[in-house]
């Protein structure tokens, strides 16, 4: 991967095309029932979390790695053991991503069978890792205004069709929505640890912290929009019972006598859950590439690809599995894994400062 640096502007199109690609055609937070945007609110402070440690940890390490941070901080047998917990929680989540991705594709074209599928996606994303990070970085430089487009085109087309007064009652009740809360916290917020390995490649990481937290702000809203617009339009039952609910919602929407506009929105749908899917991949070569000490990632990715598409068609043979397995065991251990490895290691880091600064207050 001969151009290895990212400008401050793509990785921060990278954080806004991954929120928006993680969670667009699936709601996790619908479990909150009509309250699902109060969920997806309260949620996002953990992607705010992630994202403050992230700089400051890349800020004090600035070439470093997050898997030779863990090493450094906690020590080679500590810190191995914690990026192995962690690749496996990364494994999982591409797994997700690509499953999502390959059974939307399922539904507008029926005809072709999923191993098709799975295999013109892992290819397409592994030419472009194959590319580098950065072709992945003008990637989303060229998708941004076409997906602000289309998600401003999609607010537009269904403001005529939204009931609010579906959203009745404000207040919601407390299982539902920590329910709603844990699942979209796991699920895209707690996945934006994956930056870690892109930030030590990002130019001017220190002057555009306002960047990032500005464009993360905009995908919070609106994913909250895309809350309010399903709850309101479907209604909450047709919206917990819908695999996808935007696709319901779009085929509702259009302009006049021009109908069937999700057809066009299949494009914004397919480009940022592809974006998604090859940051995932992406992370997970720069990761098996520092757990392996390898110089050159390249030989790992179609392997890696390989594995990830074996281990979906294993693991999610029928929507049945992928619904009980991944939905109802699998953010259990990918949230905790996520979040734990985070604060670990900047509790690690903040000690590991405290001491150096009582030491050299005690040479002085």
């Not at 928006?20 to 109060?38: C, D, F, H, K, N």
């Not at 990830?308 to 939905?327: E, G, H, K």
């Amino acid at each position: 991967m001969e151009n290895k640096t990212l400008s401050s502007q793509q990785i921060a199109f990278m954080i806004f095309l991954f929120l928006t690609g993680s969670s667009l055609v699936y709601i996790p937070e619908i479990a909150a029932r009509q309250s699902a945007w109060i969920a997806c609110l309260l949620a996002s402070l953990i992607g705010v979390y992630i994202i403050i440690i992230l700089l400051a940890l890349f800020t004090r390490f600035p070439d470093m790695s997050i898997t030779r941070i863990s090493e450094l901080l906690l020590g080679k047998i500590a810190g191995s053991v914690l990026n192995i917990l962690l690749f496996f929680s990364l494994f999982l989540i591409a797994q997700g991503l690509l499953y999502n991705l390959c059974l939307l594709l399922g539904i507008i074209y029926p005809t072709v069978c999923s191993f098709i599928h799975r295999s013109l996606v892992l290819f397409s994303a592994a030419y472009c890792i194959y590319r580098g990070p950065a072709a992945l970085g003008r990637l989303c430089e060229s998708f941004i205004g076409l997906i602000l487009f289309f998600f401003l085109l999609g607010i537009t087309a269904s403001f005529p069709i939204m009931d609010l007064s579906e959203l009745k009652p404000l207040w919601p009740e407390w299982k539902p929505l920590l329910s709603g809360v844990f699942f979209v916290a796991d699920w895209p917020f707690a996945q934006l640890l994956i930056l870690a390995f892109f930030f030590p490649l990002v130019q001017g990481l220190k002057e555009k912290k306002k960047a990032f937290i500005g464009w993360y702000l905009l995908a919070v809203a609106i994913l909250i929009f895309e809350d309010l617009q399903v709850i309101s339009i479907l209604g909450q039952e047709l919206a917990e019972i819908s695999r996808f609910p935007l696709l319901k919602v779009n085929r509702l929407t259009g302009f006049g006598e021009f109908r069937r506009v999700e057809l066009f929105f299949f494009i914004l749908w397919f480009i940022v859950g592809f974006t998604a899917l090859t940051v995932y991949y992406q992370g997970l070569v720069l990761n098996l590439k520092e757990l392996l000490r390898l110089e050159n990632p390249r030989p790992l990715i179609l392997p890696l690809g390989l594995f990830l598409m074996v281990f979906t068609s294993y693991m999610y043979p029928s929507d049945l599995n992928y619904i009980t397995t991944r939905l109802r065991y699998v953010p259990f251990y990918t949230i905790s894994v996520n979040l734990l490895y985070l604060t670990i290691i900047f509790i690690a880091a903040s000690l590991s400062k405290r001491r150096l600064s009582r030491h050299s207050r005690g040479e002085g």
